[in-house]
């Protein structure tokens, strides 16, 4: 009964999970509604673990003054920081601790804004240089793929809109990534998604059925 009892819960949960999409009746709904909370009450209780594993882990690595401790104290520091500072918002401004002049909108302004916006452009070169290896054209579709993908990065910035502004609208190159993005982007993209959601659907069944148990101490 070790594996057999998680299994027999599992897959009737997800029975009577997908039993309530179908029956509007309270006798399901509100057990429903019951579980769903319970499942986000369990993910918030994931994050304070993960946040308590984060101090763990990076106390230790300060304490030893591992390579690049005074990183790790940075981000103890600043977690901490934030932290307390949100809590004390929180309780005077009754939730809102982020409406304007809150301590978590200032560090959220100074700091986490201007770092991501930082991040996301040194990942633009690193994409840029990650595509260029990626495209090296040696069938007719990876040319394909290099042209679009050429097509899209000069039409996207200010150059590739003043090197074809000489030439018919429907030839210039912003006009080219719009129609590349809207339909054959778009049209890929839909079709990855409807696959995702096949697999999670899949994998789901597989889950309720009981095939699908590496969740149950790593067994298969």
């Known amino acids: 009964m070790k594996r057999e009892l998680p299994l027999m819960i599992t897959a009737a949960v997800g029975l009577f999970m997908i039993l309530s999409f179908f029956v509007p009746h309270h006798v399901v709904s509100v057990p429903a509604d019951f579980l769903q909370s319970s499942a986000i009450i369990i993910v918030a209780f994931g994050y304070v673990l993960g946040g308590a594993n984060v101090l763990k882990l990076n106390a230790e690595a300060i304490y030893r003054r591992n390579p690049g401790w005074i990183y790790k104290l940075i981000l103890v520091v600043a977690l901490i920081s934030t932290v307390v500072l949100g809590l004390f918002d929180g309780c005077n401004r009754k939730g809102a601790f982020l409406e304007e002049g809150s301590s978590s909108k200032w560090i959220y302004d ?47 910035v200010p150059v590739g809109s003043l090197a074809t502004s000489w030439l018919p609208g429907w030839l210039q190159l912003p006009t080219m990534q719009e129609w590349i993005m809207e339909i054959p982007q778009n049209a890929a993209k839909r079709a990855i998604l409807i696959g995702a959601a096949l697999g999670v659907m899949a994998t789901g069944l597989r889950v309720i059925l009981g095939i699908e148990r590496s969740y149950l101490s790593g067994e298969d």
Do not use: D, K, N
């Open 110 to 156: 100074q700091f986490y804004s201007p770092m991501s916006a930082t991040m996301f452009s040194m990942l633009a070169f690193y994409i840029a240089s990650a595509a260029f290896r990626a495209f090296r054209i040696r069938t007719v579709e990876a040319g394909l793929l290099a042209v679009a993908a050429l097509i899209v990065m000069l039409g996207r």
